[in-house]
């Protein structure tokens, strides 16, 4: 539920006439029409947006398996604090550890067989030698085939040398990643916090994520010494924002209880893009995210508490003010063009303003309004302090004439002495 303070003039509302009548006749017996008034005086005012979220620590680590396996071990509770570093529980490492077993095997295999080709290699170029040195003395007693085919050996068992080093490399890299899958079967507290999710039970079996298959996610661990609390403020409202702006919260769980915080993040997206209604036939409701950071939240505070909080945008200190429901707007009909155009009457903007009280008569103003408050509008121009303003019913402010009869009356329907 969003309440927004800000008022937005930009278009005149449209009075059902059967209402309008009924209402002209009821006012307007006596003296004229009954009308409430109020005098414009200075006042602090507070604009502020208003917003629902929920609760979330500023850093959390959600805690998934990289590996498939059954849960051997589970050392932690929900609610526990945790240390960096701490065990937090044990998979079944019996698959891990012959994986393990396995590759430490084909290593020592790869590294026997780099042992036999460096001895064979040895063997050829020792022949090759002894082949070119007996030519060299004497063409008769070796062949320069024999020599050639000495040679061709000996680059054969340098090849061969070089793939079974090549094969050590590659079983000592199937161990590093076996050792590495086996250290997977203990998970430990990436950071010092508490567990506020815990998914699993002892004897559960977690499984890997795939493309369109979502892993198990064991556990959280949540730092909670900084609590922030994620609003979704919509998108008439995110411009009046600013990072720092201080703000109001209020959370289900704690009524009786106000808690302070500043505004820290706003979103440069949409929370949910339009793209994503495309085709669905409804208007899509734009809202961004805004983080709002707590300060000295208490211990007892939880992630995922529903919050709502009150963002101030604006202060006014001692201004000129008028009951938002006094402000109302009129064609500006009483202003004549200056060529006389009646088309350019007909096109005019309509204009902002209140009716002030005047001998006894409503005369409309023009105003200039800043800042919305709770319950009043800021004045920047158009009246002065001590002005006596229409300020109620809703009706009759909307269906007012300029220079009409009025009679003030009480909130409670007396007459207003003079």
């Known amino acids: 539920m969003r309440t927004r303070t800000k008022v937005i003039t ?11 009548a009924l209402l002209s006749m009821n006012a ?6 009954e ?12 604009s502020t947006v208003t917003a629902s979220g929920n609760v979330r620590a500023r850093r959390k680590v959600d805690i998934s398996s990289d590996i498939s396996a059954r849960v051997a071990e589970l050392l932690v509770d929900e609610g526990e604090d945790v240390e960096e ?28 067989q780099v042992a036999q080709s460096r001895a064979n290699f040895a063997q050829a170029r020792r022949e090759a030698e002894r082949k070119g040195a007996l030519r060299e003395s004497d063409s008769l007693l070796v062949s320069r085939q024999e020599v050639e085919n000495a040679q061709t050996d000996l680059d054969v068992r340098s090849s061969l040398l070089e793939a079974a080093e090549f094969g050590v490399g590659q079983a000592q890299a199937a161990l590093d990643e076996a050792r590495d899958q086996l250290s997977k079967t203990v998970i430990a507290a990436p950071m010092t916090g508490r567990v506020t999710r815990l998914n699993v039970e002892q004897g559960e079996t977690v499984i890997v994520g795939t493309m369109n298959n979502p892993g198990s996610l064991v556990l959280t661990v949540s730092d909670l010494s900084v609590m922030e609390v994620v609003l979704e403020v919509d998108e008439t409202d995110v411009p009046e924002i600013s ?4 703000a109001k919260v209020d959370l289900d769980a ?7 915080g500043v505004v820290t993040e706003i979103g440069n997206s949409a929370i949910r ?60 009909d009483s202003v004549e063009a200056a060529n006389g155009d009646r088309r350019a009457k007909e096109s005019a903007d309509p204009v902002e303003g209140v009716f002030v009280v005047q001998d006894g008569r409503a005369v409309f103003t023009a105003v200039e309004i800043g800042i919305a408050g709770q319950e009043y509008f800021e004045v920047i121009s158009g009246l002065s302090l001590g002005d006596t ?16 009869a009025i009679r003030p009356v009480a909130n409670g329907g007396s007459p207003v002495e003079d």
Do not use: M
């Open 35 to 46: 009308v409430r008034v109020e005098v414009v005086e200075t006042r602090d005012l507070t």
């Open 389 to 404: 303003v229409v300020s109620g019913p809703y009706q009759v402010v909307r269906t007012l004439r300029d220079g009409e």
């Open 254 to 260: 704690f009524p009786e209880l106000e808690f302070a």
């Open 243 to 246: 990072l720092g702006d201080s």
């Open 273 to 332: 893009p339009p793209s994503q209604a495309a085709g669905t036939g409804q208007t899509p409701t734009i809202d961004f995210e805004v983080v709002v950071t707590l300060r000295d939240p208490p211990a007892e505070l939880r992630p995922d508490l529903s919050a709502t909080a009150e963002v101030v945008t604006e202060t006014r200190t001692d201004e000129l003010s008028i009951p938002i429901i006094a402000l109302t707007l009129r064609e500006e």
């Open 28 to 33: 307007r017996r006596g003296n004229g029409t």
């Open 10 to 20: 930009g278009a005149l509302g449209v009075v059902a006439l059967v209402s309008a």
């Open 85 to 112: 570093g701490q065990v937090l529980l044990r998979l079944d490492p019996s698959r891990y550890e012959a994986a393990v077993n396995r590759s430490l095997a084909n290593l020592k295999q790869s590294q026997a």
